[in-house]
């Protein structure tokens, strides 16, 4: 299941490094077992950036030992612009600790203070409950 998630202006609020995004996210409820990761982002910044990192951080995986943060994506853009678009070629799938899509949190952490305008966030959802159907 792939869900495309947007936030602009009013939705992102920013301290210093640190933005929380405020999607307007679907009822959507998970099983033990699904999966997530993320499949594209893109960043619209006020001014442009270059050399600036950034991750999104979010409480619908796993916290463990590994990822204590809770990192979904990390992304560095090394090229002047004020747009960042990244599609990773390999995902890091992560464990799903959540039972909704609503409850979840979601952080942007910045390597410098940048305003951010716009945020669109393409999620992949394994959705295990999908049953095959048996012809007889």
């Given amino acids: 299941m792939i869900i495309l998630l947007k936030a602009e202006k009013n939705q992102i609020r920013q301290i210093d490094?640190?933005?929380?995004i405020l999607f307007d996210l679907p009822p959507l409820?998970?099983?033990n077992y699904q999966t997530i990761f993320v499949n594209e982002i893109s960043i619209k910044w006020k001014t442009?950036?270059?050399n600036i990192s950034t991750s999104l951080h979010c409480t619908l995986i796993d916290k463990s030992p590994l990822n204590p943060m809770q990192q979904l994506l990390f992304?560095?853009?090394n090229y002047e612009s004020n747009f960042l678009f990244y599609s990773p070629t390999r995902a890091?799938?992560?464990k799903i600790q959540r039972s909704t899509l609503q409850s979840a949190q979601f952080n942007l952490i910045t390597?410098?203070?940048a305003i951010?305008?716009?945020v669109y966030i393409q999620l992949f959802i394994s959705d295990a409950?999908?049953?095959q159907i048996y012809q007889k």
């Fill in 17 to 20: 490094k640190e933005t929380e």
């Fill in 29 to 31: 409820y998970f099983e």
């Fill in 48 to 50: 442009s950036r270059r």
């Fill in 75 to 77: 992304v560095h853009q």
């Fill in 92 to 94: 890091q799938e992560y």
């Fill in 111 to 113: 390597s410098e203070k």
């Fill in 116 to 118: 951010i305008q716009e």
């Fill in 129 to 131: 409950r999908i049953q």
